[in-house]
C-alpha cells in the first residue's frame, strides 16, 4: 500500500472509529507499525487527530441536538438526549472526564454529553485529543519494534541483470555463508 494511502486509511478508520458507528482503528495501527515504513510519531499524530475529529463531530451532533431542541421546545423521546450516566460524569467532571472519551460505548456518550451541557469546543478538544493519543501511545509503547528491511526467512535475493544481487529491498546481497 502507498505510504501516503495508508496514512489516509489510518486516518479515517481512526475518525470513523469515534464517532457513533462502529469500528477500531487499532488493528490498522497496529498493521501499519509492524510494517514499519512509517514512524511510531507519525502514526500516533495521524490516528489521533482523526480518532480527536471523529470524538469532536460526536460532540457537535450533541451540540447541536441540545440547541435544536431547546429552539423548539422539545426535549425529546427515546435516544434524543444523551445517556443519564454520561450527562452525571460530564456535569461532576466536566472536560476532563472527557479523558475517557477513548473508552468503547461510554466515549462516544460522554462526547455526546459533553456537547448537549455546552462544555466549550477547546477545552472538549483538548482532552479529548489527551485520552485519545495516551491510548495510542500505550499501544504502540506495547508493540516490538518493525523488522522491515531485515532479510526474513526465505530468499528474497534478486538478479539486477549485470551480475549483481539485490535483497528485495535494493539493498546490495552479501553472501556470507559461502563454502
Not at 16 to 21: Q, S, V
Request: with cysteine.
Amino acid at each position: 500500500m502507498d505510504g501516503a494511502a495508508a496514512l489516509w486509511g489510518l486516518f479515517a478508520g481512526a475518525f470513523l472509529a469515534a464517532t457513533l458507528l462502529p469500528g477500531g482503528s487499532e488493528a490498522a495501527l497496529v498493521w501499519l507499525r509492524l510494517e514499519g515504513a512509517h514512524p511510531a510519531a507519525v502514526l500516533l499524530a495521524v490516528a489521533t487527530a482523526g480518532n480527536t475529529l471523529g470524538g469532536m463531530s460526536s460532540w457537535l451532533l450533541g451540540r447541536l441536538s441540545a440547541r435544536a431542541g431547546r429552539r423548539a421546545g422539545w426535549w425529546g423521546g427515546a435516544g434524543a438526549r444523551p445517556s443519564a450516566a454520561a450527562l452525571a460524569r460530564v456535569r461532576r467532571w466536566g472536560a476532563p472526564a472527557l479523558l475517557l472519551s477513548w473508552l468503547p460505548l461510554v466515549g462516544d456518550a460522554l462526547c455526546v454529553a459533553a456537547g448537549w451541557l455546552g462544555v466549550r469546543a477547546l477545552p472538549a478538544l483538548a482532552f479529548i485529543a489527551a485520552g485519545k493519543a495516551a491510548r495510542y501511545a500505550a499501544l504502540l509503547a506495547a508493540l516490538p519494534r518493525p523488522v522491515r528491511g531485515k532479510l526474513e526467512t526465505g530468499d528474497r535475493r534478486q538478479e539486477t541483470g549485470d551480475g549483481r544481487r539485490e535483497t528485495g529491498d535494493g539493498r546490495p546481497y552479501t553472501d556470507t555463508c559461502k563454502p
